[in-house]
């Protein structure tokens, strides 16, 4: 499996309305990218959110929440959530809403 589909779906569906999204092939997976920068995205059947660095370190205590990691060494601001976190439509929401409150906060590209 390249990334959970059906997943991307749901998440696509949340962005929908979002102004400067686009998709792009990434890690194997696809991101979802509002202005240029990454808001989340689908890699296997996790999903990957790009946070604000300061909330790294709490996302880090959530359950079903991992660092990604480049290399074998995580990035700051980068976490994957697994399937049990976003399987329902609230937690999906909660984790898309992070990702695209961080990417609206950069300049876009």
């Not at 990454?38 to 959530?62: F, N, Q, S, W």
Request: some cysteine; hydrophobic content about 40%; glycine content about 12%.
């Amino acid at each position: 499996m390249a990334y959970d589909e059906a997943l991307a779906e749901r998440i696509r569906k949340l962005l929908a309305g979002e102004p400067g999204r686009t998709e792009k092939k990434m890690f194997g997976g696809v991101s979802f990218m509002l202005h240029g920068n990454m808001a989340c995205g689908v890699l296997k059947d996790e999903m990957i959110v790009r946070i604000d660095p300061e909330e790294h370190d709490d996302a880090m205590t959530r359950l079903h929440v991992r660092a990604f990691e480049q290399r074998g060494r995580p990035i700051q601001g980068w976490i994957l959530v697994g399937p049990d976190a976003c399987a329902s439509d609230a937690g999906l929401q909660g984790w898309v809403q992070k990702g695209v409150r961080y990417a609206l906060s950069l300049p876009p590209k």
